[in-house]
Nanobody, 122 residues
Framework: VQLQASGGGLVKAGGSLRLSCAAS????????MAWYRQAPGKQREWVAD???????NYVDSVKGRLTISRDNAKNTVYLEMNNMNHKDTAVYYC?????????????????WGQGTQVTVSS
């Protein structure tokens, strides 16, 4: 299983950006999907997650500006970012808890994407 993130780039303060992360491989199903970010000199932080039934959760600092969504048919999670500011500058990582099958039955594994750089300029 691989997670491929895309959509990062340079954006001006107040602007918008949309990140995508597609999971591929031997996937039975996907439980939670999420976005994390790591700013320079800081630890990786959780940004938002979405369950398989579409329930979403956000860190307080992004509520009202960032929107997480997913397309289960495409095994893809999105992060729509609006009214961006310099605090959004970070490497963004996608995460998925993927259910795979084996002879012993299904089990879940955590996967991470490779990270995509988002830079907000003034």
């Amino acid at each position: 299983v691989q997670l491929q993130a895309s959509g990062g780039g340079l954006v001006k303060a107040g602007g918008s950006l949309r990140l995508s992360c597609a999971a591929s491989g031997s996937i039975f199903s996907i439980n939670a999907m999420a976005w994390y970010r790591q700013a320079p000199g800081k630890q990786r932080e959780w940004v938002a997650d979405v369950t398989s039934d579409g329930t979403t959760n956000y860190v307080d600092s992004v509520k009202g500006r960032l929107t997480i969504s997913r397309d289960n048919a495409k095994n893809t999670v999105y992060l729509e970012m609006n009214n961006m500011n310099h605090k959004d500058t970070a490497v963004y990582y996608c995460y998925a808890n993927v259910v795979v099958t084996s002879r012993e039955g299904p089990y879940d594994i955590d996967y991470w994407g490779q990270g995509t750089q988002v830079t907000v300029s003034s």
